[in-house]
């Protein structure tokens, strides 16, 4: 045990978390004078926490994190700021005000000697506050069963919740505001939406008239709640409060009002003797439009089987048309009123495009989306990955010095969130490059286990299996990649090339690389070795003419490195031999 291992201590306490209800929004209309209202809120929060007897572990951002000794000083002080935080809103313009949500748990945590604190208690409360409304305040229900009758205040149940990354359900209520309390339950109000597309899955419909059946409809809606909430990048509503409206006729854009999202997916089951048929609908509820819609028909043989199947084939469709939609927002907007998210979401799309000029665009915009959140793991770990792509075509003075920040880049965005997908899967791409595979598989494993459905993290597994000599098994996890999302980028045609060429299935590895619209002089290595291992001097030569035309000075000993990554000997040479057969120059 080491020295700060011996100085934690352990206990049970009231926590607080708030964070600002459409903080992106108010610094992409006007940063100055939003940070100065953060400061006069922090002002407030600052000064009730320590009326209270709490502590203030941290502010980051715009967001505030106590602790208290008593829950019902926590409970006091979230409703007291609220109140001092109404005073300071009033004035202004509703666009304006600047509302938090607070959200108060009762659990273990530890206080390690520097005063941080950590577990499951913090991460509940921060899940609870997501739950509370803007100028409004949620608890956990060991939190209400303690000061219930105490401090005059009436709550609402919102029933068990399931949040992210626990694994139990919690029990939450919102503290009424007095009006609220006088008058009784209120109807359900529209909520404000998060900051990040926000989605809401209808309870599937069993068209089958087999009562058997329901549990395989609730099942599928279920599974896709899940499987959508390993994408951070969504905000996905928990399987209790979509269930709210499992047999009602719903009005999707009413009920996506009521819930606070943009968008809705509706879908039904129909069994018809041993074939069952899935119909799923993805609509964005402000303009009542089918983004995208699919059937799938299976045969009825294992259900639990066709249930994982459809689940993980809707899952990794889903968010690529989310982000589609939001794509077509955004393009109507000037940069400059781009919220984070958005600014992330276009540098995406621009570093797709892998030329010198749209990578450029892509990293202004991902150090904008910092410059709006520098909290925002998500940014920094694509600002690596689009400053990687810099580094990889050479597009930059100084290579070392690029590189350096790709990894400060990774540093800052692992800091700020160790379960990002994505920072785990450039991570291992970094990693990659590097030729350190031990540190590669590490990252790229987390990275699998935090979302399987990522069509880009499954594409690297089978790229890095290719890299350890098991050509065959990449290929296999390539084309799974390829189902996952049939709007693949098309490098996914090179990884899938590579794969089979590594397992000496020359054919299949040429045919693959063929699909590239636009080869470049490593796609036409690739092929002029395919080629020479199959026998075909005259397609060789024509490859090895078309790199040479790229690239004057390619030699094959010099560019290895850059183009492969086998860890095996045997692989590394078999593929110089193949591209010297071609008739490249040593």
């Not at 989310?322 to 995406?348: F, I, Q």
């Amino acid at each position: 045990m080491n020295q700060e291992e011996i100085g934690s201590r352990q206990r049970l306490t009231a926590i607080l978390a708030a964070d600002v209800a459409g903080f992106s929004r108010l610094m992409s209309e006007d940063e100055r004078a939003t940070v100065a209202a953060l400061e006069a809120c922090r002002a407030a929060f600052r000064e009730s926490i320590v009326m209270h007897a709490g502590r203030v572990v941290d502010t980051a951002g715009d967001s505030v994190l106590a602790v208290f000794d008593s829950v019902l000083d926590a409970v006091a002080c979230a409703t007291a700021v609220q109140r001092a935080l109404r005073a300071h809103n009033d004035p202004l313009p509703e666009a304006r005000r600047m509302q938090y949500r607070i959200g108060v748990n009762l659990g273990d945590v530890i206080t390690r000697p520097d005063g941080t604190v950590y577990g499951d208690g913090v991460n509940i409360a921060a899940r609870i506050q997501s739950l509370a409304e803007p100028g409004g305040v949620a608890v956990a229900g060991s939190v209400r069963d303690s000061v219930a009758g105490k401090l005059g205040l009436a709550f609402a149940d919102l029933g068990e919740q399931e949040v992210k990354n626990i694994a139990r359900p919690v029990r939450v209520f919102r503290v009424k505001a007095p009006a609220q309390a006088a008058e009784g339950a209120p109807a359900l109000a529209a909520r404000e939406r998060p900051d990040k597309p926000s989605i809401a899955v209808l309870p599937f419909n069993n068209m089958s008239g087999d009562p058997e059946q329901e549990h395989f409809a609730d099942g599928i809606t279920e599974d896709i709640i899940t499987e959508l909430s390993r994408f951070r990048e969504l905000f996905v509503i928990s399987r209790n409060s979509s269930f709210k409206y499992k047999g009602r006729a719903v009005e999707v854009q009413k009920f996506a009002q009521e819930l606070g999202v943009q968008y809705v997916v509706e879908g039904s089951v129909r069994k018809a003797g041993k074939r069952v048929r899935i119909t799923v609908q993805l609509i964005d509820a402000e303009t009542d439009h089918h983004l995208w819609a699919e059937r799938y028909d299976r045969d009825l043989e294992d259900i639990f089987a066709i249930q994982d199947e459809v689940t993980s084939s809707i899952v990794a469709v889903l968010p690529g048309r989310v982000e589609a939609a939001a794509r077509d927002r955004v393009a109507r907007k000037p940069t400059d009123n781009m919220a984070a998210y958005e600014c992330v979401l276009t540098g995406k799309v621009l570093h797709h495009r892998s030329n010198r000029e749209d990578n450029a665009k892509a990293q202004r915009l991902l150090e904008r989306a910092i410059e709006l959140d520098p909290t925002y793991a998500h940014a920094h770990a694509w600002k690596a990955c689009v400053l990687g792509q810099t580094w990889g075509y050479g597009w930059c003075d100084d290579r070392d010095v690029l590189w350096n920040q790709v990894n400060e880049s990774l540093r800052t965005a692992l800091a700020l969130d160790d379960n990002d997908s994505d920072t785990h899967r450039i991570l291992a791409a970094v990693n990659v490059v590097r030729e350190d595979f031990d540190k590669a598989l590490y990252h790229q494993q987390r990275a699998l286990s935090l979302n399987p459905n990522d069509d880009l993290i499954v594409v690297q597994q089978g790229e890095i299996l290719t890299w350890l000599g098991q050509g065959e098994e990449g290929a296999e996890w390539i084309r799974k990649a390829m189902r996952l999302n049939p709007y693949h980028p098309e490098r996914f045609w090179y990884h899938l090339g590579r794969a089979h060429f590594a397992a000496r299935q020359y054919a299949e590895a040429a045919a693959a690389l063929k699909r590239i619209t636009l080869p470049d002089y490593r796609h036409q290595a690739f092929l002029a070795a395919c080629y020479a291992q199959l026998g075909d001097a005259a397609a060789a030569q024509g490859h090895v003419r078309k790199v040479l035309a790229e690239a004057p000075r390619f030699a094959v000993d010099r560019e290895l490195a850059a183009i492969v990554h086998f860890t095996q000997p045997g692989d590394r040479e078999h593929f110089r031999d193949s591209l010297l057969k071609a008739g490249l120059p040593a």
